[in-house]
């Protein structure tokens, strides 16, 4: 069993900083890459940014310069900050994750529950 638990979405002005984590927890053998997606009403759900292993990253067009991902390996956790949040940013952010379980010994894609995040004034 292997569970991505999201925190940090919330209520902020435009112009505001965010900083969301995701704990990725259970018989984890190991992790190939940790990402962002998110959806707003209405639309299909998209990237927002993603890291892999070895530290790679990339990021939609859409918060390149504003989001920055991260991970701590140790606690097989991903962190997206994101600071100068517009209003379009509004959606349920997923955590992602690729990876191999102790069970199962093969690549397997797991989605936390979702944590909202509204960019208001």
């Known amino acids: 069993q292997v569970q991505l638990v999201e925190s940090g979405g919330g209520l902020v002005q435009p112009g505001g900083s965010l900083r969301l984590s995701c704990a990725a927890s259970?018989?984890?053998?190991?992790?190939?890459?940790m990402g962002w997606y998110r959806q707003a009403p209405g639309k299909e759900r998209e990237l927002v940014a993603g890291?892999?292993?070895?530290?790679?990253?990339n990021y939609a067009d859409s918060v390149k310069g504003r989001f920055t991902i991260s991970k701590d390996n140790a606690k097989n956790t991903v962190y997206l900050q994101m600071n100068s949040l517009k209003p379009e940013d509004t959606a349920i952010y997923y955590c992602?994750?690729?990876?191999?379980?102790?069970?199962?010994?093969?690549?397997?894609?797991?989605w936390g529950q979702g944590t909202q995040v509204t960019v208001s004034s």
């Open positions: 259970g018989s984890i053998f190991g992790i190939n890459a």
């Open positions: 992602h994750a690729d990876l191999v379980t102790i069970a199962k010994m093969r690549n397997d894609d797991y």
């Open positions: 890291i892999s292993s070895g530290g790679s990253t």
